[in-house]
Structures are given as structure tokens and as C-alpha cells.
């Protein structure tokens, strides 16, 4: 029986600028995302009705929430009601991320899905009918679509942005930030808006990269830092860990990166790291286009 399995990576934002408010209370943003070498997995093989399981180190704090609110569920009734195939097969979800952790998890598994289906129902990867079921499922879940480091703005993703290989080291405390709350705490700070900041030249090194990180912020790490103070400490790990070049917290949170010169050194630190705090999640990744 054969199974097809697809790969939902972990989506890093690098800065985060909020450039304004919609009437609508979404937000504006100006944000370079990339994507790493870890994350969900989701597999499906043939059966007669559909059915979904979700499995994997985080998959028991997921099966305990609503499934009516599971994002892998929405995707697929919407690539289903837009393309008319019926509902057949065993889907299912390895969930390796941790929840609500600003990586996003939810839209990567989203957008895994979509392209799994358009894969299983034949489906052209150009087809308008799968980026129209993203769109209906959330902002991010479009961005994940294709997996390439792009920008997104209050306009939409804009177009892929090659990046350097790059070696991180991603921690979460396993405790979730959920990102209404984080915005929530960013409009009640009365945080002054940031202007738009994307990068000038395409960084050819990792020493180029972060020396343009450097120059930006994530607009959401002090709200967020309200709500979750070990976040702090997480940045301050990081930034302590031998030949850490950069530290930051990416999206909503709690998620943190830091960024090192080599691989050597990226395993190093999360080996460290894994040694102080083992109920963390510690992952030693790459990041590239």
C-alpha cells in the first residue's frame, strides 16, 4: 500500500516589524521568514473512508484541543470542497513542534497538507485552486506554501529571498505563547509602530546575515516577554553559548534562535544547552533557501 509523505518545516521569523493596524485589527507586518531543517511530518495511505491521526512528541497536547480547530483538518475540507475529490485516506500528523511557539507549526502543517493532497489527487503545484484553500485558512498559511525564505508585508509574501546556509539552534521552554495574546499585550503596551526594513543586499555569508539582523528587532519580544519572562532567559543561554553570533525570538514566541558560525559549533551549544535545561525542546538545525 503506498503511503506519500510530506515535510512541514519550521518557519523562522528573522526580524519582525509592525508597520500598522488594519480596520479589520490584523496587524501590518514587515518580516523576513526562512525555513529550517526541522519539523512536522505528515503521511497518507490509501483507504476507503478518511480518517486522521496525530502522533509524535507534541501529539498528545494536540489531541487533547478541538479537531474542528486543527488546521490539517481545515486544509484538507478545503482542498476537497474546492476541487470536488472526495475525502479518501489515512492522514496523518507527526507533530515534532512544540504548540503555540511562533515557528509556525499550525500553518506549516496547513500548507503540508495542501501540497500532500494536491500531490495525491494530481494536482499541478501551480494550481490556483491550493494557494485560494491557503488563503482561506490564515495569512501565514500561504507564506508556508512554498518554503522558500520570503518576505512578507502588508501587501502579501512577496517574493523568495535566497539566504545563506545557515547553522541555529532553536529553544522552547515546551510552554505555549498563543499569538492573539501576544498581540493583545503588543496593543496594550502602546507600542509605536516600526517602519518597513527589509534588507538593502542579499547577504552572501552568515558574518553578513547577522550583521543585518543585527540592525532589526521583533517588535512582538517585549509584549511577548510579559506573558513569558523565561523567554529572557532563554536569549540570554543562547547568546552565552560558545560562538553564538546572534540570538533572537522568532514570531509570536516563545521560540527562540541563535545563530553560530559552523555546525560544530551549533551542536556544541545545543548539547549544552540540552544538559542544563533537558525538559526544553533544544534543536540544532539549518536554514537556508
Known sequence: MSILREFA?????????????????YHNLDSLAAFSSVGDELAIREAKD????????????????DMKDNLVIKATLSLSRLTGNPLKGHLVLIKNLPLASGIGGGSADAAATLRLLARMWGLSKDDERILEAAKELGEDVPVCLHTDSVYITAEGTEKSFPLPKTHVVLINPCKGVPTPAVYKAYREGNYPFSPKFQLENKPETVYELVAELKKRNNDLYKPALTLLPEISEIITMLEASDNCLFAR???????????????????????????????????KCEMEN
Not at 518545516?9 to 485589527?25: Q, V
Open 249 to 283: 525570538m522568532s514570531g509570536s514566541g516563545a521560540t527562540c534562535f541563535g545563530i553560530y558560525p559552523d555546525e560544530m559549533s551549533a551542536n556544541s551549544a545545543a548539547a549544552q544547552i540540552k544538559t542544563i535545561r533537558p525538559k526544553w525542546w533544544v534543536e
Open 50 to 65: 478518511f480518517s486522521f491521526e496525530i502522533s509524535g512528541r507534541f501529539g498528545e497536547e494536540l489531541n487533547a484541543g
Open 9 to 25: 518545516p519550521a518557519k523562522l521569523n528573522l526580524y519582525l516589524n509592525i508597520t500598522g493596524r488594519r480596520e479589520n485589527g
